[in-house]
């Protein structure tokens, strides 16, 4: 029923909040410091301009676009979020359905709420896996280890985590995983009785990649020591795919380009991180003069549109990657939330690339040459 609600992200998002304890929520939406940067990055975002085009034939459109060595039917897909099944019971398989139907990338997080094993095999093949530099080395190792055994092709390598952002509302509702439950924890989940109870049946949610044999993973422990070394030793290690995630540094994009990796996602880590972070679109701008055209730049931060997701390709990305927003419609409708939110965004990018004069994100037009209001 909610699904129906659902007209834009503004929508999932408004309807996520009446559902979700306010724990869950502040978790999901909230952002470093005092959340400056992550506004400040959806205006600049908002404030980008695209050059509409007339008479021109886009009446067959393609929203097609090829990673790597495949062709996916949408010109985005998922990036990796730690327990996604917050959200509704089962998301993160919702997600991973989502990316078969469409051959599009799911990625998936080290703190995935369901094991990479399954994700891969219900994702037809169609995920990216994950990982954070762990404090000796040995964890990081067996997760490579299995993600190759269960066949995936990409590893994505989260670099900006070298220390977990300091997120007030995250601090303030007590979140904690597992779950420390309190008083106010307690009060909160009663007053959201849908969620809750939907919880309670299916069991709360866990860091399904780790326990037991495969080891502890505290999403608060410090990276701080992790070097290039570490990369070099990953590179060796991986011999699939190797996507590096967050970088916003110039310098940076081009060393690890000269490392040998095979992409980069230009990323604030949604604003969860830095608060006086550089914005993201800008960034990606920067980065593609200096890596040049070919080299494969992917984007997340601040998307919320499909206009949104036209505008990072006008700045260099070759593929774009969204985050909350799916988290949002998954909250709000569930299955049915998280694929009409897809819609959504698949509706928005067709009809403004009709606006621009586009029938293809493969050969770009003039169109597409944005400029900032100042």
């Known amino acids: 029923m909610f699904s129906r609600q659902i007209h834009s992200c503004e ?13 869950v929520f502040d978790y999901m939406d909230g952002a470093a410091g005092e959340g400056y ?17 007339v008479l021109v034939n886009v009446e067959h459109r393609s929203l097609d676009v ?14 990796p979020m730690g327990m996604c099944n917050l959200s509704t019971p089962g998301a993160d398989l919702m997600l991973a359905r989502q990316a078969a139907r469409y ?47 269960a066949g995936y092709r990409t590893l994505v390598v989260t670099l900006d985590v070298a220390e977990v ?51 502890t993973f505290d999403r608060t422990e410090t990276r701080a020591r992790a070097d290039w070394s570490d990369l070099d030793r990953i590179r060796d290690q991986w011999k699939g795919n190797l996507v590096v995630k967050g970088v916003l ?53 601040g998307i919320r549109s499909g206009e949104d997701v036209l505008k990072a390709y006008a700045m260099g990305a070759d593929f774009v990657l969204l985050g909350r927003s799916m988290l949002y419609a998954l909250a709000a409708g569930k299955q049915q939330g998280m694929e009409r939110m897809w819609d959504v965004f698949s509706d928005e990018t067709s009809i403004a690339m009709a606006q ?3 029938d293809s994100l493969v050969n770009r037009p003039e169109a597409m040459v944005p400029w900032i209001l100042k």
Not at 71 to 78: A, I, L, Q
């Open 165 to 215: 952002g300091r997120r007030p509302r995250e601090l303030q509702r007590g979140f904690k995983m597992p779950f420390r439950i309190g008083v106010p924890q307690f009060i909160d989940f009663a007053l959201h009785p849908s969620w809750s109870l939907s919880t309670l049946v299916n069991g709360r949610p866990e860091m399904a990649n780790f326990g037991g044999e495969h080891g």
């Open 66 to 79: 090829r990673v790597f060595d495949h062709e996916s039917r949408r010109p985005f897909g998922v990036s």
């Open 37 to 53: 940067g992550e506004s400040q990055n959806r205006q600049v975002m908002r404030d980008i301009r695209l050059q509409p085009a």
């Open 11 to 23: 929508d999932a998002r408004r309807l996520a909040k009446r559902r979700l304890p306010w724990m």
């Open 103 to 149: 051959c599009s990338p799911v990625g998936v997080s080290t703190v995935a709420s369901t094991p990479l094993e399954k994700m891969i095999e219900v994702a037809e093949g169609h995920a990216w896996f994950q990982f954070y530099f762990s404090g000796d080395g040995r964890v990081v190792n067996t997760l490579i280890d299995r993600a190759a055994a």
């Open 356 to 358: 621009l004069g586009m």
């Open 249 to 301: 540094n110039v310098a940076d994009a081009v060393r690890l380009k000269a490392a040998g990796v095979d992409a980069i996602q230009v990323s604030s880590h949604g604003g969860r991180q830095l608060d006086s972070a550089p914005y993201p679109i800008l960034a990606l701008r920067d980065i593609r003069a200096a890596v040049g055209p070919e080299f494969p730049l992917f984007f997340d931060s």
